[in-house]
């Protein structure tokens, strides 16, 4: 059984940083891949950034440049750093895992999920 825990996360002011972070357990680690999901309340859940195993990384044209995505297979922790924040990235932040070794931005290709941190981004 995979388990995701993720940290971080909670109430900024635009512009500010903030770093969620996710430590997976029962599976191996360092050959997975993990994504970054975010939703807000009747929306669908939205692809934000992911880092395969072999750490290449993509993200979603409304993040790029100011979100990072990160790993440290040591840890077994993916990072994902928040900067210049904007009210419209307020919603709850997913990590999850995938056994896709490419490009996965849709939700229905990642198999476990943390259990959701908010990000609020006052104006």
């Known amino acids: 059984q995979v388990q995701l825990v993720q940290s971080g996360g909670g109430l900024v002011q635009v512009g500010d940083s903030l770093r969620l972070s996710c430590v997976a357990s029962g599976r191996t680690f360092r050959s997975i891949g993990l994504g970054w999901f975010r939703q807000v309340p009747g929306k669908e859940r939205e692809f934000v950034a992911q880092?395969?195993?072999?750490?290449?990384?993509y993200y979603a044209n409304s993040v790029k440049g100011r979100f990072t995505i990160s790993r440290v297979n040591a840890e077994n922790t993916v990072y994902l750093q928040l900067n210049s924040l904007k009210p419209e990235d307020t919603a709850v932040y997913y990590c999850?895992?995938?056994?896709?070794?490419?490009?996965?931005?849709?939700?229905?290709?990642?198999?476990?999920w943390g259990q959701g941190t908010q990000v609020t981004v006052s104006s």
């Open positions: 999850a895992t995938t056994v896709y070794t490419w490009k996965a931005l849709s939700p229905a290709d990642y198999d476990y």
């Open positions: 880092i395969t195993n072999g750490h290449a990384t």
